[in-house]
């Protein structure tokens, strides 16, 4: 019998996620299906049971569930749990078990980059979910020092405090974060600034940005956000948004089938989605 898989969101319709997936079904000869489900907050409970009475064999959690599905599932990962969201659930004989692969996802697209990654400092922009994922991953990944910068300071320093993994790190104001940016060999943009279709905004000055750094923002639309255009004036390796999704996704299809897939496979299938 064809195994299901799927995404629950709201909005939905957007989402690359079936076509990465069934592309990636298809290539390994994977007898399954992966749907997109539109599901309102206010039935994500009768859907979790829905698709557990229905047999799904995984799925995945996006905008605005990742953190209110916790309630409705059997057992959490305890990264995930530490992360306090969760991206990516697996059923085994009706258990369901949920993980956050944005995190994981988002480092293991930066090893892909550096491979001397635990070594480097790192500063993170924003102080949000996307930027929790990545802070506690990157702590229990092992870097060393990894410093936040956010608009709203109390909010860098409660994610600084409350980072359950072993790690050096400072919440900074914007004016001394602009001036020590030329220390940092890792500096990721967690925020929506620049995001389509307020593309001419940055989150602080590149100006003291090094040449050689890795410089990364989730943000995958535009491809080239303003702040990665200046970064790579600036000298810098430049990574976009692609990445991240790209990374959760194979570690997604990883838990649910025990293959780590193609990734160039998957970044192609992406990109012509991004047209
Ligand atoms: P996500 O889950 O995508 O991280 P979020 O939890 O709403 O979304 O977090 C949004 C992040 O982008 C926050 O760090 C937010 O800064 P504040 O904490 O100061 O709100 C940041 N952000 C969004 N719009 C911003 C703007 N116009 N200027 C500066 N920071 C902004």
Redesign the pocket.
């Given at each position: 019998m064809k195994k299901l898989f799927g995404v629950i969101g709201d909005p939905i319709g957007h989402s690359m996620s079936p076509a990465m997936h069934n592309d990636l079904f298809d290539f390994y000869g994977i007898h399954a299906v992966y749907m997109p489900f539109h599901v309102s907050k206010d039935n994500l409970e009768a859907a979790v049971k829905g698709l557990k009475a229905l047999g799904v064999s995984g799925f995945n959690v996006t905008i605005p569930h990742k953190t209110d599905i916790m309630a409705y599932l059997d057992q959490i990962d305890p990264l995930a749990e530490a992360i306090g969201a969760v991206n990516t659930v697996k059923n085994e004989n009706g258990l369901l078990t949920g993980y956050n692969t944005d995190g994981p996802g988002f480092v293991k697209g930066l090893e892909a980059m550096d491979a001397d990654l635990d070594s480097r400092s790192a500063l993170i922009i924003?102080?949000?979910?996307?930027?929790?994922a990545i802070y506690f991953s990157m702590a229990q990944a092992g870097i060393q020092r990894i410093d936040l910068y956010?608009?709203?300071a109390g909010?860098a320093e409660e994610l600084v405090s409350t980072c359950p993994f072993k790690v050096q790190s400072k919440a900074l104001d914007r004016e001394s974060a602009e001036k020590s940016l030329k220390d940092y060999q890792l500096i990721i943009q967690?925020?929506?600034?620049g995001m389509s279709p307020d593309t001419e905004?940055l989150?602080l000055s590149a100006e003291n940005i090094s040449q050689g750094a890795i410089v990364s923002d989730i943000i995958y639309n535009p491809l080239q956000t303003k702040f990665l255009q200046e970064a790579s004036k600036k000298g810098a390796q430049i990574q976009n948004g692609v990445s991240m999704f790209v990374f959760q996704g194979a570690l997604a299809f990883e838990k649910w089938t025990g293959i780590f897939p193609d990734i160039e496979r998957m970044r192609a299938n992406v990109l012509r989605n991004l047209g």
């Open positions: 924003g102080a949000g979910g996307a930027s929790r956010n608009r709203t909010k967690t925020t929506s600034i905004h989150p």
